[in-house]
């Protein structure tokens, strides 16, 4: 039997290029080659494409580009043709694709910019599609659905570009410190800060605008932050729930992927009613932002038992570190299995 061609689309524009490239290895080398002729496609951080040949083991080091083992390609938006066009000693050749699973987080890979091309291309994508991208990495619209919808969320302000900061610090004023600052579309905690008083709001603000337009002010909710695996379409399939332990601070980039004073918990130290509640809630949002495929959806619980939603990744880290295969294997699942039926239900 013939095996199924799956387009891996890794690194990017996007200042988590790096994390991409350590999930994507994570991918390739999941994936069952039995069933699956993969065909990696990176993409540099200047916005060049290139189909790889050689080891994840490349890659997750970054030595991919310069291995030699790379040629300039593109993926066709024509229907007719339904894959890539390599660039190779002077012509021009066609590999025929069944599936595309971008493994690119952050702008550009994970807010339905790539997955509008796949769309167009007609090839299956693997994961969110467009809608559901754009609102996963829009946190304010996506906090503003769940709102909606009867889900509770940390309180918030939005501020636009060259806004004036006033409408931030009466925010913060009236909720309390501390406070949090982050862009409204960036991941990984990049241009994340927590504010403890007055004279750090304006720096705090200046960071997160280097990570979009649209800056989020949020109060700090009591508690802890707790995270959700879920995986498919219909029916939906969780993972174990986790559970984020701090010492002080919270989550920034350090602490996701070279933790120091934090710990994860999975399964989470919670009772099995307050874990399943959790488990409710994410699939909720799940369905609520159209999400396909597999994601990861944080959340906050507080002290008396709140649940709040914090965010959705719609292409959830597959890092040595990251909470998601770490949330699968505690509910006995494997990156690997997951890979398969997901690619599976794209390609049905």
Not at 100 to 113: K, R, Y
Not at 154 to 182: C, D, H, S, T, Y
């Amino acid at each position: 039997m013939s095996k199924t061609t799956i387009a891996v689309f890794f690194g990017g524009c996007s200042p988590e290029y790096s994390v991409s490239l350590q999930s994507a290895a994570a991918v390739l080398e999941a994936l069952p080659e039995e069933k699956y002729e993969a065909v990696p496609v990176g993409i540099t951080r200047e916005g060049r494409w290139y189909r790889f040949w050689g080891d994840p083991q490349a890659i997750r080091e970054d030595r991919w580009l310069r291995q030699g083992q790379c040629v300039p390609a593109i993926l066709s938006p024509d229907r007719a043709d339904r894959g890539l066009f390599l660039f190779e000693d002077g012509g021009v050749r066609r590999i025929p694709i069944d599936a595309a699973l971008p493994v690119m987080h952050g702008s550009f890979g994970e807010d339905g910019t790539i997955q509008g091309l796949i769309a167009l291309s007609g090839i299956p994508l693997v994961g969110c599609g467009v809608l559901a991208s754009a609102l996963g990495m829009d946190k304010a619209r996506s906090h503003q659905l769940a709102a909606q919808a009867g889900i509770e969320t940390a309180r918030w302000v939005a501020l636009e570009e060259n806004a004036p900061p006033i409408k931030a610090l009466a925010f913060a004023q009236e909720m309390g410190w501390p406070v949090f600052v982050k862009p409204a579309g960036a991941g990984s905690s990049f241009g994340v800060s927590r504010v403890e008083r007055e004279e750090e709001l304006l720096p705090a603000l200046e960071t997160a605008f280097r990570y979009g337009r649209q800056v989020m002010v949020e109060e700090a909710v009591p508690g802890f932050e707790v995270g959700c695996a879920v995986i498919g379409t219909e029916p939906l399939t969780t993972g174990a729930v986790d559970e984020v332990e701090l010492a002080g601070g919270f989550l920034d980039f350090t602490e996701k992927y070279t933790p120091k004073t934090s710990v994860t918990h999975v399964p989470a130290r919670l009772p099995q009613e307050t874990a399943e509640r959790i488990q409710d809630t994410a699939k909720r949002i799940y369905r609520l932002l159209g999400c396909s495929g597999f994601a990861r959806v944080d959340l906050f619980l507080t002290p008396e038992g709140r649940i709040l939603f914090n965010e959705v990744n719609t292409i959830p880290g597959c890092t040595q570190q990251s909470r998601f295969p770490a949330m699968l294997a505690a509910a006995g699942l494997s990156l690997s299995g997951v890979l398969d039926r997901i690619i599976e239900e794209a390609v049905i």
